[in-house]
């Protein structure tokens, strides 16, 4: 039984043997995600019936998402694009729950025709839905986003059930409780509630408030109606992951046993469940790895340039205090570097001096030919491009390890420059004659 440290061991040192990261690619270790799978599934089982999918946004690789959809896995999707990737990726129809502030009616009637779930994000998304749906009742299940307003987690950006918050319908502005009651009572089609705290840094506890307070809603809307109309809650993602060490941080199984101890009741299989976890998932199973291009000293600081920088990072790279990341120092053969560790800056390749992986980072002295590991990059990194610089999106590949044996499947091509041009606009060069 190898565990993850072992399996990243194993294949740095074939990555490097192979040269897979000269200059920069990304790595996925798929007994890994098979076995956060297994631990999502497992600690969830005691909710009875639940649809777990994975947030699209944090899984932007098409090959994984079907990987994915074989262990079981569903998606939530966010966009149009998101969409069509997962339908790539055969997770289609209703295997897929929309979410987003903004969806067009074309993506609503998308939704409607595939039988995709659709949480409406606000009360005008509701009134498009009722122009949609008609007089048939929808394939789709449909239901709606609360904003519990439990309030913030450790990071404004990705708190999203503050009281001003742009997601939901905020459950406790005055008036919206019966507002609620009413839009329900006026739609039988509407029978799913939709919570999602936050992302990252929100912790369990809160998370539980925030699923405390849609069950409140869904007993007091079934009250009302004098059935069962609210079947199913969706109880979003937002699992916090440890960036701090190689350890997972709060499990699935503490996730649930929270849960379970704040609403005893969602274990009494009235209601039906789906999970929207991303970053739990994957954020562990995967990383990044650049060759250190040039080492130079400045001001008397040791800064190594390499070529993972805020295209890959961009979190990282412009919100420090909040997105810090493990890096590791390795050799050219992939292995761990020893020696003392001095405090170096790890540079990115992008033209703006805040491109920096960490700041005076404590590592053994990095060298032109070394390889930079940066932890804990499997959920949103390789997918969240940020386009500075006309960099190019790196490689992924995604590995397995028999024994010493590390067999590496390329899952994305690196962007070309012949992509980078047309995505520029290069099909238009000579539209705009200046003489
Ligand atoms: C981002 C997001 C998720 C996934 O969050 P993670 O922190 O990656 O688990 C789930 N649901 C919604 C609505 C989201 O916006």
């Not at 292995?335 to 980072?361: N, S, Y």
């Not at 386009?387 to 028999?402: D, I, L």
Request: overall charge negative; aromatic content about 6%.
């Amino acid at each position: 039984m190898t565990t993850r440290t072992d399996r990243k061991l194993l294949a740095l040192a074939a990555a490097a043997d192979r040269r897979l990261a000269d200059p920069l690619a990304g790595f996925v270790d798929l007994a890994g995600v098979r076995e956060a799978v297994e631990d999502l599934t497992k600690a969830f089982a005691p909710l009875g019936r639940v649809q777990h999918t994975v947030a699209v946004k944090a899984c932007g690789l098409a090959p994984l998402l079907r990987f994915l959809g074989d262990l079981g896995v569903d998606a939530e999707v966010a966009s149009p694009g998101e969409t069509a990737l997962a339908e790539a990726a055969g997770v289609r129809g209703e295997r897929l729950v929309l979410d987003s502030p903004a969806k067009t009616t074309a993506e609503l009637a998308h939704a409607l025709a595939e039988g995709t779930a659709v949480n409406a994000d606000n009360f005008q998304e509701l009134a498009r839905l009722d122009r949609l749906v008609g007089a048939t009742p929808p394939r789709s299940v449909l239901g709606l986003r609360i904003n519990p307003q439990v309030g913030a987690g450790r990071i404004g950006d990705t708190s999203t059930a503050t009281a001003a918050s742009k997601f939901g319908i905020p459950l406790r502005d005055n008036g919206n409780r019966a507002l609620l009651l009413e839009a329900f009572a006026r739609r039988p089609w509407l029978t799913r509630l939709h919570v999602h705290v936050g992302s990252q840094g929100c912790p369990p506890g809160l998370m539980a408030e925030g699923v405390a307070a849609v069950h409140e809603l869904a007993e007091e809307i079934n009250a009302e109606a004098g059935y069962r109309q609210v079947t199913s809650l969706d109880l979003g993602g937002g699992l916090p992951v440890n960036f701090a060490s190689e350890d997972q941080g709060p499990t699935y199984a503490d996730y649930v046993a929270t849960l379970l101890a704040r609403v005893p009741a969602l274990a009494d299989g009235r209601y039906s469940f789906v999970t929207e976890f991303g970053r739990s998932l994957l954020a562990k199973n995967g990383f990044l790895v650049s060759t250190v291009e040039y080492t130079k000293t400045a001001g008397g600081r040791p800064i190594a340039v390499t070529h993972a920088g805020a295209q890959v990072a961009a979190r990282t790279v412009l919100q420090p205090e909040h997105w810090p990341l493990r890096l590791g120092a390795f050799d050219a053969a992939g292995r761990p570097k020893t020696g003392p560790a001095v405090p170096q800056d790890i540079a990115g390749p992008l033209c703006f001096a805040g491109d920096l992986l960490a700041r005076e980072r404590p590592l053994p002295l990095l060298e032109p030919g070394d390889l930079v590991v940066a932890h804990d990059t499997g959920a949103y990194y390789f997918g969240a491009h940020y386009a500075y610089n006309t960099m190019p999106r790196p490689a992924v590949h995604g590995f397995t390890v028999s024994g010493e044996d590390v067999e590496f499947t390329p899952i994305r091509r690196a962007q070309s420059v012949a992509e980078l041009v047309a995505d520029a606009g290069g099909e238009f060069v000579g539209v705009l004659p200046a003489a």
